[in-house]
């Protein structure tokens, strides 16, 4: 495992290319050794840690050849939500070092749980929740009938805008093969939440729960899925989203309404929901 200025031997042999910093890692340790707030740990608990802490994109687009990143440090909303699942799920296993985390962070970013290329990172949502969906790790949140709508999924624009990726820019030889995991995972019909649905409020959506994982589904060619958060009810009896934002540049609570919040992004249609199994 290698931080920015010393290299520290840890199997397996994946985990010798590690990018962190001390700092992330004496964090990650203090994280899963703190005291809890209940006998029940929920991904409330780690994901409010973070408010306040810094948004800033691509983080994970600066190391060639591929190797996990650690970076709690700076947030994006796809590695707020790892980083908060991964600690979650070290903590429920009784584990508390910064190898466990590690190892569970790359089941989260990564198609066969470590890193093997850039090929081998979920880029997209969709590969994302169908990975972990098929492994049994989350689960999809039910949603009332009369809220929700269907969707055609087409993932396209990682091959069809190479030239905003710093890595494909830098191997344009993978364009090829990103498109042939896009064809791949195409053709989902998927059900969500409308977008006026989402504030009919908590006795109308009963089986949504703080921490849920909230995806936001977008109009916008070639995309699926356009941001990423925590669900969190508020005293207003509303639904929130908690975020690493890039229009607030740092992780929030956003203090209006989840419904509010979408219906400002024409782009923005509904949500769905998925929940870390065994966090009911």
């Known amino acids: 495992m290698t931080d920015k200025t010393d290299a520290q031997p840890v199997s397996p042999a994946w985990m010798d290319s590690v990018v962190y910093t001390p700092t992330d890692s004496a964090e990650v340790e203090r994280l899963l050794t703190m005291p809890l707030a209940s006998d029940t740990l929920d991904v409330m608990q ?4 973070f408010v306040g802490r810094p948004y800033v994109g691509q983080t994970l687009e600066r190391h060639d050849p591929e190797a996990l990143i650690v970076n709690l440090k700076e947030l994006d909303c796809a590695t707020f939500v790892e980083t908060v699942l991964a600690l979650t799920t070290v903590r429920r296993e009784g584990q508390a070092d910064f190898d466990a985390y590690c190892r569970h962070l ?48 087409t993932c ?6 190479a030239h905003a990726y710093p890595m494909l820019v830098a191997h344009p030889e993978w364009a090829d093969s990103i498109v042939a995991l896009e064809r791949a995972e195409n053709g989902d019909t998927v059900t969500y939440l409308k977008k006026e649905a989402t504030g009919w409020g908590r006795k109308a959506l009963p089986t949504i729960h703080d921490g849920d994982i909230i995806a936001i589904l977008t109009s916008k060619k070639g995309l699926d899925y356009a941001h990423l958060g925590f669900a969190k009810w508020g005293r207003d009896g509303r639904l929130h989203l908690l975020n690493a934002s890039m229009l607030y540049h740092r992780v929030v609570l956003d203090e209006v309404p989840l419904q ?21």
């Open 106 to 153: 790359a089941r989260w970013r990564y198609r066969h749980g470590r890193p093997d290329g850039y090929l081998s990172r979920l880029h997209y949502f969709t590969w994302w929740s169908n990975c972990h969906l098929r492994q049994g790790r989350i689960e999809e949140v039910p949603l009332p009938a009369a809220g929700i709508a269907r969707r055609h999924i």
């Open 46 to 49: 780690y994901a409010m840690r």
């Open 156 to 161: 396209t624009f990682m091959g069809e805008h």
């Open 260 to 280: 509010t919040y979408l219906s400002k992004h024409p782009s923005f249609i509904g949500i769905r929901l998925f929940r870390l199994k065994g966090m009911e």
